[in-house]
């Protein structure tokens, strides 16, 4: 036999290490090896001996023939978009989010519409106890006949209990890091337990095609605590995010081994749970202040759906000596690269001033067509003028200063002419975007009720902003 040996294991990244030391080698964090016994733990099979030799297994065609994976529709369209149509059997999905964002009031609903589907559903709350999941399920009106509730930590517990009825199609675990199992040793909520538990979940759900949920919390730095290595295991991570005292919720995909990555669903708490929101636009547009300068409509997208959003920018002499950036909703180091070209390329001198850069309602921006909406926010800020109410922005901006087009110009576009705006500023070139069929097709598609004011230099947009400024300040 084999002498059994120690490892240490990172609790912060899961790196595996040969000896303790005071320092993790792989991230750089302080005391956070745990000494696990070797036999236990990654890799190790359940019951396997080590002196086994494997068996061959048959190899297939790759060019073989494979059905498209069949798909479980919730019915709550804002979840289906970002699952990419349906839950996939047999898949595991990782749900993360801050603690009281709702994400248990998300799997709950989720639940009553597919157990109301008439598919089995068992709900295993491991944070909660059974009445109080029963409240919450009450007060969303999701008591179904079809979903088994049970409040246990222990793996053992849950497959037993599993194995001795029909195996449901949605199992949902409440949360994975309060799961321990006898298998490994080491204390519950560490990484080898959170990792040993999801693994011989995740292997019941593949074997008898039940859908896997588990939730995971997120640390204050935005990762999900310790499972992060759990997001390596699953077919999905989703992540469950907003802003404190906004009533919406965007649920976002990270990973989708089933579908598209860039799709969001939004979703507005209420008394009665969360409620689907069809057109966010509308919702993020809802609070505008529209005469105040420093304010910018950014027509983005997500994924296939266009989302309009307000940039808001203030900028204010700074007695620092240096001056504050601050960016909620954005990349802060794509406002510094913004900043940059304004000050190199269009004479706007932001050097001396401190910059404060919102997104409105709490959204977050992931793209770069951003570039020209923050740019006129922040000289409409400086300049101390209003930008013309019924325009949108959008486009790249690069390190020259001039403006690149950005994809799906037409949606844009035709988003912002439904919500009653009268004209877009974009970069030159994105609506006849290559000469021939593609670019005819784009203008072609361009909505006719919108005046588009194509720019070519970032400074066409300065120069634009800071003509209104001049006589506004000498009147
Ligand atoms: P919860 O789903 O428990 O969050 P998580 O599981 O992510 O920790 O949601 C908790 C919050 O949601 C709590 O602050 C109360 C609020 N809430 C509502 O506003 N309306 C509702 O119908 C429900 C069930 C919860
Ligand atoms: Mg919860």
Request: proline share 5%.
């Amino acid at each position: 036999m084999a002498k059994t040996k120690s490892q240490f294991v990172c609790q912060s990244c899961g790196n595996v290490a040969p000896r303790w030391s005071g320092r993790c080698e792989a991230c750089g964090e302080w005391n956070t090896l745990v000494e696990e016994r070797g036999e236990s733990g990654v890799g190790a099979a359940p019951g396997a001996s080590r002196m086994k030799t494997g068996h061959a297994v048959e190899l297939v065609a790759l060019a073989g023939d494979t059905q498209e994976a069949p798909r479980l529709a919730s019915g709550i369209a804002e979840l289906d978009r970002v699952t990419g149509g349906g839950f996939v059997p047999g898949s595991a999905l990782l749900v993360g989010g801050d603690p009281g964002i709702g994400k248990s009031t998300l799997l709950t609903q989720a639940a009553a519409a597919l157990a109301k589907g008439g598919h089995p559903v068992v709900y295993v709350s491991g944070e909660e106890a059974v009445a109080q999941v029963r409240l919450r399920a009450r007060r969303l009106s999701a008591v179904e006949e079809n979903i088994g509730l049970a409040a246990e930590t222990s793996v053992e517990n849950i497959l037993a209990t599993l194995k001795a009825g029909q195996p449901p199609a949605l199992l949902i675990i409440d949360s994975i890091q309060t799961l321990w199992t006898d298998t490994v040793e080491s204390a519950p909520g560490s990484v080898t337990q959170v990792r040993a538990s999801a693994q011989a979940l995740i292997r019941y759900a593949k074997r008898h095609g039940t859908i896997l949920v588990l939730v995971g919390h997120v640390t204050k730095d935005g990762q999900i605590a310790g499972p992060r290595v759990v997001e390596h295991m699953v077919d999905a991570v989703l992540y469950f995010e907003g802003e404190g005292g906004h009533h919406f919720r965007i649920l976002r995909t990270v990973k989708n081994r089933f579908g598209p990555t860039d799709e969001i669903g939004v979703f507005e708490m209420s008394d009665g749970g969360l409620k689907e929101v069809e057109n966010p636009s509308e919702l993020f547009l809802g609070e505008r202040n529209a005469n105040a300068p420093g304010a910018a409509v950014f027509a983005g997208m997500e994924g296939t759906r266009p989302v309009l959003v307000e940039i808001q920018a203030l900028v204010a002499p700074s007695s620092l000596a240096t001056p504050r950036r601050a960016v909620v909703g954005w990349d802060s180091s794509r406002l510094a690269m913004v900043l940059a070209v304004l000050e190199a390329h269009c004479g706007v001198r932001l050097g001396q001033h401190d910059v404060y850069l919102n997104v409105a309602g709490g959204y977050r921006i992931m793209e770069p067509a951003a570039d020209l909406a923050v740019s006129a926010a922040l000289i409409s800020s400086l300049a101390g003028v209003a930008l013309p109410v019924q325009s949108v922005y959008f486009g790249e901006i690069s390190l020259s200063g001039a403006t690149r087009p950005v994809s799906h110009a037409s949606a844009r576009l035709k988003e912002a002419e439904k919500l009653g705006f009268g004209r877009a500023i974009l970069p030159s070139g994105s609506t006849a975007r290559k000469n021939g069929r593609d670019g005819a097709k784009a203008k072609a598609a361009a909505p006719s009720g919108l005046e588009l004011v194509e720019i070519s230099e970032l400074a066409d947009l300065a120069g634009r902003i800071l003509a209104k400024a001049k006589p506004a300040q000498q009147g």
